[in-house]
């Protein structure tokens, strides 16, 4: 169910965004492009983050498991491995930090923003 439900957003949502360039195609071609190229920025910025997130927590994952099996091998060095491990988890969690910066900006500082903006102001009047 979830599964189906899933796909479904997923393929609205594309829709939503594939389609509203049709919707402007009377429009200002340079908004057009605007909107096409922010379409596509969209789309680059959830798979980058997706991408990131999951080798992040793969990352995460195999860096506590690794911790955790190395203090039940010899409980007298949890300190030093506790506090690795935790400079280690930040350090992979910092990668996915950049990864969601280089996505806020694909999404928010794109050179035709004028333009969409422009064109949604048309349509408003």
């Known amino acids: 169910m979830f599964k189906k439900l899933s796909f479904s957003t997923l393929g609205s949502a594309f829709l939503l965004f594939a389609l509203s360039t049709v ?28 991408v990131a997130a999951f080798g992040g927590a793969l990352g995460q994952g195999m860096g506590i498991k690794s911790a955790v099996e190395g203090i039940a091998r010899n409980p007298e060095s949890s300190g030093k491995v506790t ?43």
């Open 83 to 125: 506090v690795t491990m935790l400079i280690g988890l930040a350090m992979v969690e910092s990668l996915v930090i950049y990864a969601l910066v280089i996505s806020l900006i694909l999404i928010y500082a794109h050179p035709q923003s004028s333009a969409i903006a422009g064109l949604f102001a048309g349509v408003a009047h």
């Open 23 to 50: 919707a402007y195609a009377a429009g200002d071609e340079m908004a057009i492009a605007g909107l096409k190229y922010f379409t596509v920025s969209v789309f680059a910025a959830g798979f980058g983050i997706a």
